[in-house]
């Protein structure tokens, strides 16, 4: 009988649609610009997340001038930030740019601090965590702190303010950009972030227990609707003028507003003595 051979071509990703969807620009030239993520956005498309994403913003924007070194998916994609973590992310209009703040980001010099609120009077106050982070062995979903096989992550991290022993304002600094790695890291010292479904929840009740907390601090605290993380600062050399770009952003209000609750909780607590 006859042979015949079929070649099969590779699978072509789709090109993520051009979507009209608001941006939150923090800093803008013709190389790059920086936006503040609103939380509960996905930085580029994925299985379960095809539009609504920052990426179909970003097209609908900047049209097909962002760098292409991601590939079709990320386009202009240079970091990530988790779905429901809100803030300051640099995007890459040109490989160009894109090739040097991959760089800074390999050289860590591109700097990333972010502010959390936390469960627990954090202490010592400041202090660095290194470990080695990797795929927890028991939930593939999940990342983990690992005695070996993993990738070196480093944090720093200073506490900002106190809540007595319910809560703390932190910053954290990344010294690398491994996967969940704030998170993991404050869960690892024990004091994990207020909401983070994943790493803090099952943590929140038995924490607000021991703590006495009052009714109405503990309502805001448990309904927190994600992890109470924020990208607050960025600090780069711009890849192309080479002038030192440094930029802030205040934290959203629902972590504003949980603030104020804790603040109160905390006079009021004062006041009673």
């Known amino acids: 009988g006859e042979v015949f051979s079929v070649v ?12 009209d969807i608001s941006l939150d620009i ?35 924007y900047c049209g097909d001038t962002l760098s292409g070194i991601g590939g079709v ?32 980001l390999a050289a860590r010099t591109l700097k990333r601090t972010y502010q959390a609120i936390v469960w627990g009077d954090v202490s010592p106050p400041a202090g ?12 593939r979903k999940k990342m983990a702190v690992l ?26 600094r990344l010294q690398t950009g491994r996967t969940h790695q704030i998170r993991v890291h404050m869960a690892h ?11 803090g929840r099952s943590s929140a009740q038995k924490f607000l227990r021991l703590n006495k907390a009052d009714p109405a601090l503990s309502a805001a605290l448990l309904d927190f609707p994600r992890q109470a993380l924020h990208a607050a600062a960025l600090e780069f050399v711009h890849p192309i ?15 504003q507003g949980l603030l104020r609750v804790l603040e109160k909780c905390k006079q009021k607590r004062s006041g009673s003595r």
């Open 8 to 19: 099969i071509p590779p699978a072509v990703e789709p090109k993520p649609q051009a979507q």
């Open 26 to 60: 923090v800093y803008e030239d013709d190389d790059l610009l920086v936006i503040n993520k609103a939380a509960d956005m996905v930085v580029h498309p994925a299985a379960g997340n095809h539009d609504g994403t920052l990426v179909n913003a970003l097209l609908a």
């Open 73 to 104: 998916k990320r386009p202009g994609i240079v970091h990530r930030l988790d779905k429901e973590t809100s803030g300051l992310m640099v995007v890459a209009k040109n490989d160009a740019a894109h090739q040097g703040l991959s760089k800074q």
């Open 128 to 139: 660095r965590i290194e470990t080695q982070i990797g795929r927890s062995k028991t939930n």
């Open 147 to 172: 005695a070996s096989g993993g990738k070196t992550a480093v944090t720093d991290y200073k506490k900002l303010e106190s809540f007595g022993l319910t809560a703390s304002l932190v910053e954290c």
């Open 189 to 199: 010292i024990k004091h994990w972030l207020v909401g983070d479904p994943v790493y």
């Open 241 to 255: 003028s080479e002038t030192r770009v440094h930029l802030e952003c205040a934290l959203p209000e629902d972590m």
